[in-house]
């Protein structure tokens, strides 16, 4: 694991240059005059072929590695195992009738993905205890879950009770000296999308407290740190030149499989706006540069562009003169959209890779403080693109 983060960790430091440039504020990044093949190749893409090759970084790699050779290589080093073991086909009604669908799917292939449990569970970041309540059902457990948010904490043990759950949750903030002093050496915490600082707060008290085993799905690396740096957790991360932001944190997890068709159509519509009213403001205030607007809810689609201009306008403080030709800018935006949706595609070859970095890292730390880890893929990306499972057991009494 060492091995492949070192060959991540330069590629990202050789490339930085490229993956950190947005298309979206940048119109034309400077690696097109490096690459002319690839960007005619990009631009003879279909909006089908765009959107199937944001959804699949796989099949990213492997077409734009002729254009772009250095996305062959991260396409050798991202290929981490699918998990082998195959989750039940027998479902509890009791447990999953007050749970998404899709969600049922990722709770059934992350336990299939643990395996078997022994020992007593702590569920961190519970919610609701969906992943609790069914690895008590499967394997007999007692189970606690710690949440923050009273109104989940009160439906979670409701659930529990209405099945007769062997499990219950517990109101408490993971990020406080509380919850480290819930943890024991004969439990087994569990964690299914714990976001940034969130699950890395976990791992450090499961350290402190020498847990016996770990099982944990990382999410939203950019979300509940302390600090707008990152902090690398192991000894070679940081050892590294590589420094991320919380931007670059926030690339590692752009792509996203589970919004429906009508959201992504009003998404790429406002990206469209947004991109019209940046040539219009780069116009009016005579400076060819980039102006951050503020987070915009896809209901400003309810306006014409028009409105939505002299909106966005208000809030930037910027006096649009008389006679705008707005019609001129809504269709300079589908176009710079055109190109932005197809150029972003360079940038998303580098995601996966992060994510790597960010997850061994993880590993390592793990290792570092005698863990024996695993690994995995424990769904496909299709079902979440959050995907990977680290599997840690305590093999010694260091740390």
């Known amino acids: 694991m060492q091995n492949v983060f070192r060959q991540l960790n330069q590629i990202l430091i050789d490339y930085a240059d490229i993956w950190r440039v947005s298309p979206f ?224 944190l926030r690339s590692a997890v752009r792509q996203s499989n589970t919004a429906a068709e009508r959201e992504r159509i009003k998404r790429k519509q406002l990206q469209r706006w947004r991109l019209g009213f940046d040539l219009l403001q780069r116009d009016v205030r005579g400076v060819d540069e980039y102006l951050p607007v503020p987070s915009l809810s896809v209901k400003m689609l309810d306006l014409d562009f028009r409105h939505f201009c002299l909106h966005v306008a208000k809030v930037k403080q910027i006096i649009l003169p008389g006679g705008v030709n707005f019609e001129h800018y809504e269709a300079k935006g589908d176009q710079r959209f055109f190109e932005y949706s197809r150029y972003e595609l360079v940038r998303m070859t580098f995601r996966r890779a992060l994510e790597c970095w960010l997850v061994l890292d993880r590993v390592m730390y793990l290792e570092e403080r005698g863990y024996s880890c695993k690994l995995v893929q424990f769904c496909p990306a299709s079902l979440t693109p959050r995907n990977f499972l680290i599997d840690a057991c305590r093999v010694n009494r260091f740390g």
């Open 25 to 248: 504020s940048t119109p034309k990044p400077h690696w097109l005059a490096q690459y002319p093949k690839l960007q005619d190749w990009l631009l003879t893409l279909s909006g089908e072929d765009v959107d199937r090759l944001q959804g699949d970084d796989n099949l990213l790699c492997q077409q734009i590695a002729p254009y772009f050779p250095v996305a062959q290589e991260i396409y050798s080093l991202i290929q981490l195992p699918l998990s082998e073991n195959k989750t039940s086909v027998e479902r509890s009604y009791a447990w999953q009738r007050d749970v998404p669908g899709r969600k049922v799917e990722q709770i059934e292939a992350f336990a299939a993905a643990t395996g078997e449990v022994t020992n007593p569970l702590i569920e961190w970041c519970s919610g609701k205890l969906h992943l609790g309540r069914y690895l008590a059902e499967q394997y007999k457990v007692p189970v606690i879950g710690l949440e923050i948010n009273a109104n989940l904490v009160e439906q979670a043990n409701h659930l529990a009770l209405r099945m007769n759950s062997d499990a219950r949750v517990e109101r408490c903030d993971v990020l406080s000296a509380e919850a480290r002093h819930k943890l024991n050496d004969q439990q087994h915490a569990i964690a299914l999308h714990a976001c940034g600082g969130l699950h890395v707060s976990l791992l450090s008290a499961c350290i402190d407290k020498r847990v016996k085993r770990i099982t944990l799905s990382p999410c939203c690396y950019h979300r509940f740190n302390k600090s707008a740096t990152y902090q690398p957790l192991s000894t070679t991360a940081k050892a590294s030149k590589l420094q991320l932001d919380e931007e670059d």
